[in-house]
């Protein structure tokens, strides 16, 4: 890969030993997939945040490279969710060793740079790439959000490499960074109005289907902003999708060679219906209704409050989201509705990397298909599949 004086430099260790170590990364990256070269980022996005995930070894690893105080990301770059609510905690019922561990995890990124956002939608809280833009992040969902909805480009990178790249602020130039990968290789045609977990289910469906290829879909409805991000977090769960096109509503589906792919499917009502369904595991009764994933918007907050309001809530409440959001959802007066229903607005953590499974929950229901994915796999816990108002049970 071809690499600049000052780039050779930073290599050579004259910038410092962060500095050479994430270059490091960088350049067997890159030399792995055949980059030509970096290429300037704007934006980074670090996952590998939870203690659940990467242990003492990561929090060893975080608390070498920030000591040498060498190396600090330059550009926007933000955290992914921890595994618990960093302030809360305790009130949530999270294990104390375990909060004491996430949170000195989360100080080391801050060392390093990287914003305590904390948050898998960090373009809903300031870290909003341009069209174009060259950009490094490594939550899939996001990922599948900002290559798609928003147009910049990233390839689905590891923790280590969008760390990496923010403290450098280059990434290697290689795969959806180039024009020539971003066509589409799938057409999706599907045949009925959807709403809510049907987009999931959707995502789910396709995202097996293609892998990691490029799924170009036309619907009968206009999805919103919040069907696009449930949409891109369940192709990015069952498949390795990076980036998807939709007629008339993302910005590069008339780059996508649409007219020149031969696979075609369709979907119908009946494969959404039967997906939604298998993605339930249990009929047993649901103890943690568990939304937000990717994590909620101020609309979808918005939305369960009105659901909520007035009512007493049979089974436990998360929403799960950023404490940008919540502040908001706080003036709003959501948070309150939601809370004397008897529910929670949960900052920073998820249902997939909040250890939920040491908690005394059994029985999740979630309105992701991600979150039904991945709930049984890495918490051992069954899954209820459906929409919110189905989900939450009143007194
Ligand atoms: Fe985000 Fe956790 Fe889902 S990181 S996409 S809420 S699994």
Redesign the pocket.
Known sequence: MFLTKEEQEMCDGEYGETIRKSMDILVALGDIYGASGLVDITSAQVSGVSYKTIGDAGLEYLQDLARDGSGKATINASL??PGTDLDNWEELGFPKDFAIKQNEIVDAYADLGISKTCT??PYLVGNVPRFRDHVSWS????VAYVNSVIGARTNREGGPAALAAAIVGKTPLYGFHLDENRKANLVVNVTTDLKGADFGALGYIIGKVVGGGVPYFKLQNAPNNNNLKTLG?ALASSGSVALYHMENITPEYQLAGEEDVEDIMFISDKEIAETRESLTTTDKEIDLVCL????ASLEEIKEVASIVQGKTIKNKLWI?TSVSVKATADRMGYTKIIESAGGNVVCDT????APIEDMGFEVIGVN?A??AN?VPSMCGLDVVYDDVENLVKFQ
Not at 139 to 142: F, G, I, K, N, V
Not at 292 to 295: D, V
Not at 350 to 353: E, K, N, R, S, Y
């Open positions: 992914n969710p898998c939608t939550e899939s969902s996001a977090a937000g994933c990717p994590h799960c998820c249902m997939v990397v992701s991600k979150a991945y």
